[in-house]
């Protein structure tokens, strides 16, 4: 004869909670499985005040303020690893303003320190983005120019991003590196790095921005040029 199970009976209910239960252990060792736990993180316990040089080319360290920076309410909450800001002068070209923000574990801080985000909160409007190659031994990085204008100021501004082992170009293509190294198990550190100038001519602005920018590149050993540009030689 067979039996016939009811809703309220004890085999039918513990058949049931089984069955939930298996597919609950195997949703939660997906996820487990897909959670990133290998980080990878160029710099280490290396600080980058000590890594970069106080003289850059014809370039020499001046002042740690005068950039702009994202206000403060918007960084109280950000979480990142290291944050250096400098302006630096020469006596025959335009002082450079330095700002490289690091994370040792993607967090977004470099939203907050992306030209397109602290800029308008400070009053910037922006205009002509464009890609600059600047020519490296060896390599060539791929920067976004910027002109930032405000009432009494027009900054000309350089910079770009490495995530991991990515040089992406754009927030979203930053958003989706972070993603791909997650799925691979991995989690990426990031710099930004961004140089800037005060001058309303943008293709001398430009100009002296890319021969700065290379200066650095040549200041630092082999292993800081890796963590700034993945294909830095």
């Not at 499985?33 to 001046?62: M, T």
């Not at 800001?85 to 450079?96: Q, S």
């Not at 600047?134 to 910079?159: C, F, H, K, M, N």
Request: charged letters at 20%; one cysteine or more.
């Amino acid at each position: 004869m067979t039996t016939i199970e009811h809703p309220g009976d004890d085999r039918s209910l513990n058949r049931r909670q089984a069955i939930l239960g298996g597919a609950f252990l195997l949703t939660a060792g997906t996820a487990v499985a897909r959670v990133p736990s290998h980080n990878i993180d160029l710099l280490g316990d290396r600080k980058l005040d000590k890594l970069i040089p106080q003289k850059i080319g014809a370039w020499e360290f001046y002042s740690k303020s005068g950039l702009v920076v994202p206000p403060a309410d918007q960084l109280k909450d950000a979480l990142y690893s290291q944050l250096l800001t400098r302006v630096y002068v020469a006596p025959d070209a335009l002082p450079i303003m330095l700002l490289m923000a690091q994370s040792g574990g993607q967090t977004g801080v470099l939203q907050v320190h992306r030209p397109e985000y602290c800029y308008p909160a400070s009053g910037f409007t922006l205009m002509g983005r464009s890609v600059l190659p600047v020519s490296l031994p060896g390599s060539r990085l791929e920067a976004t120019a910027i002109t930032a204008a405000a009432d009494d100021r027009t900054e000309q501004l350089l910079y770009w991003t490495r995530v991991g082992e990515d040089m992406p170009l754009t927030w979203a293509r930053q958003r989706w590196s972070v993603a791909r190294a997650n799925l691979k198990g991995d989690i990426p550190d990031a710099v930004l790095v961004r140089v800037s100038a005060l001058t309303p001519d943008r293709d001398a602005g430009m100009a002296t921005l890319t021969r700065f920018v290379q200066a650095m590149f040549a200041a630092v050993p082999s292993d800081v040029r890796r963590f700034l540009d993945i294909d830095a030689r």
